[in-house]
């Protein structure tokens, strides 16, 4: 049997249609543009056959059987799509979903949500074997249905409209995906779709919004660890946001009010007004905070800059 032959599970479209639309795109962001650029190139290639898809699918589609041989799958499965509907559906939800949680997060934290999710689309293809089987799976829709998740979660009463014209508040919107993907996966079964990778980027979606601030701490806490072992010296790359540059400066005014030769020193009230509203930043984003919140971090800025 030949490569375009062969029969490939995809984690599809979410059942209604694709038809989203909504006032919480907005303008479109970096991450998600290169995401959506990468799928659409993609696409193309194997749509005027430069690169068959079977070929494609094959060597970057994910199947617990060839994990082993193609230990790059479960990242590249993500990036593969089967008709241009299959990738249409999936980068138009991205399109109107991942803006506002990228804009938030900011991109690294986004990109990092998003291969996640993907992962436990491709996890769970290995938990289910023994329902499922062992097929090939591609798609991004484990990422998709994370992201769904998290923009719900954030927003749950954000309204969708579904082709067009029917509304229905976020929350209820990704509850309704969740039931079809759990029916599906241990119900229905079969199919093209590969139901259990939406269930998949769900699940660990969830997971990772609930306890990855405690993984993240961890691993740290363990870099941390391993740098003072080895001797090394921590590299970190310098913050580029605001809030990055207001907790460079936090962690300056720390070191700098123990030494006698501090010129200047910050009261407690002033750090904790600092760890306040850097944390209003990480649940809200920096449009949310008011005139003299942001003149307060101005002043920071240019009194411990240097």
């Not at 249905?145 to 969708?160: E, H, T």
């Not at 590969?194 to 990855?212: D, K, N, P």
């Not at 905070?289 to 002043?299: G, N, Y």
């Amino acid at each position: 049997m030949s490569y375009a032959e062969r029969s490939y599970s995809y984690s599809g479209d979410d059942g209604f249609g694709g038809g989203l639309s909504g006032r919480f795109g907005g303008f479109m962001t970096p991450w998600v543009t290169r995401i959506i650029v990468a799928n659409g190139v993609i696409w193309l290639l194997n749509a005027v056959r430069l690169v068959p898809l079977g070929w494609t699918a094959e060597v970057f589609g994910f199947s617990p059987a060839r994990f082993l041989v193609h230990p790059w799958s479960p990242i590249t499965y993500m990036f593969v799509h089967g008709g241009f509907m299959h990738v249409f559906f999936n980068m138009l939800v991205l399109f109107f979903f991942g803006p506002p949680l990228e804009r938030v997060w900011g991109g690294r934290a986004f990109v990092r949500f998003y291969l996640i999710a993907g992962l436990g689309g491709a996890l769970a293809s290995v938990l289910l074997v023994p329902l499922i089987g062992t097929p090939t799976v591609i798609g991004a829709s484990g990422a998709i249905y994370g992201v769904m998740l998290a923009f719900a979660l954030r927003w749950p009463d954000a309204q969708i409209y579904v082709w067009g014209i029917l509304p229905i508040r976020a929350k209820w919107f990704v509850t309704i995906l969740a039931g079809i993907a759990v029916w599906a996966t241990f119900v229905a079964r079969g199919g093209p779709v590969a139901e259990w990778a939406h269930l998949g980027g769900l699940v660990t979606g969830f997971i990772y919004l609930r306890y990855g601030q405690i993984l993240d701490r961890g691993l740290a806490a363990v870099g941390r660890g391993w740098r003072r072992v080895s001797g090394g010296a921590p590299t970190a790359p310098e913050p580029s946001t605001e809030a990055g540059r207001v907790a460079r400066h936090r962690e300056s005014t720390r070191t700098h009010a123990h030494r006698p030769r501090s010129r200047r020193r910050v009261s407690g009230d002033a750090l904790d007004e600092v760890d306040r509203v850097l944390d209003k930043i990480r649940e809200s984003g920096i449009e949310s905070l008011t005139d003299e919140e942001r003149e307060f971090l101005d002043e920071m800025s240019r009194r411990y800059r240097g």
